[in-house]
């Protein structure tokens, strides 16, 4: 079987898209964590444990109605 020159160029350029395709990728997954961790931040370390902001929205859930009686600068102080 014989392949003509644009059938080679044009598998060299599936292979070098594929392969461009698959480094965007990983990028976009090694940036993850870090953009996780700046939505979520450390609010707080007690005995070395993170208090992240999630954590403190979970508690307010939880409490609720004690919680809205209490002042905003109170409740992050």
């Not at 480094?23 to 993170?50: D, I, Q, T, Y």
């Amino acid at each position: 079987m014989t392949t003509s020159s644009s059938e080679a160029k044009f598998g060299m350029r599936a292979r070098l898209a594929s392969a461009a395709t698959g480094c965007f990728a990983m990028v976009l997954l090694a940036s993850l964590p870090v953009r996780a961790e700046e939505a979520n931040p450390v609010l707080a370390k007690v005995n070395g444990a993170e208090i992240r902001q999630s954590d403190v929205a979970l508690a307010e859930e939880e409490l609720g109605p004690s919680l809205a009686q209490m002042d905003p600068s109170t409740k992050k102080g």
